[in-house]
């Protein structure tokens, strides 16, 4: 069911309980007055003396004492169902609310659980760069050690061929 459609419902559920404590607070005080002189039993007396602390002293009764007792017990027989179905309702709501609870903390702990990843994503792209250029200098020095010697060895074998090319220079003249 649509939550509008539901709401709709429960709305008019409300309504219906609103129009049994309206037509229940227009029994006239007299009329209760007259019950209670009569001699209802005591269970009718305060199943109304419950309803006129229910709705106030504008309490008021029409008609004769057994259709008085059927509207009375009807009216409370349809408050009692409407109170149950209220309390259904509730149950349902709250169950609902459970499950949507317990989604909403599955979903926090992904997002948090993403935010950890994420940052750990971020420290290791800003660690590369360093590790990079860490490795771009070794690299670098290693490369212009191994130019130095080279340098070194090169500066040797002229100088060697130097003497060589002087001393056969020498011995040819």
Do not use: C
Not at 15 to 21: A, D, G, H, I
Request: proline share 1%; hydrophobic share 40%.
């Amino acid at each position: 069911m649509l939550k509008s459609a539901r709401w709709r419902t429960d709305k008019n559920k409300i309504k219906e309980v609103l129009k049994l404590q309206f037509h229940a607070t227009q029994v006239t005080q007299l009329g209760v007055d007259a019950l209670l002189d009569e001699g209802i039993n005591r269970t009718t007396q305060f199943a109304v003396l419950n309803h006129r602390a229910s709705f106030g002293s504008d309490f008021t009764l029409s008609g004769s004492d057994s259709e008085l007792e059927s509207h009375i017990k009807s009216f409370e027989a349809e408050l009692e169902k409407h109170a149950q179905e209220l309390e259904s309702n509730i149950r349902s709501l709250e169950e609902e609310l459970e499950k949507q609870a317990q989604i909403f903390e599955a979903d926090l702990e992904a997002v948090a659980g993403a935010k950890v990843e994420h940052e750990q994503r971020a420290i290791r792209a800003e660690e590369a760069p360093r590790k990079t250029g860490s490795k771009n200098a070794n690299t670098a020095e290693m490369l212009r050690e191994e130019f130095q010697r080279l340098y070194v060895r090169m500066a040797l074998i002229f100088d060697a061929n130097e003497k060589v090319a002087l001393k056969a220079n020498d011995r040819s003249q």
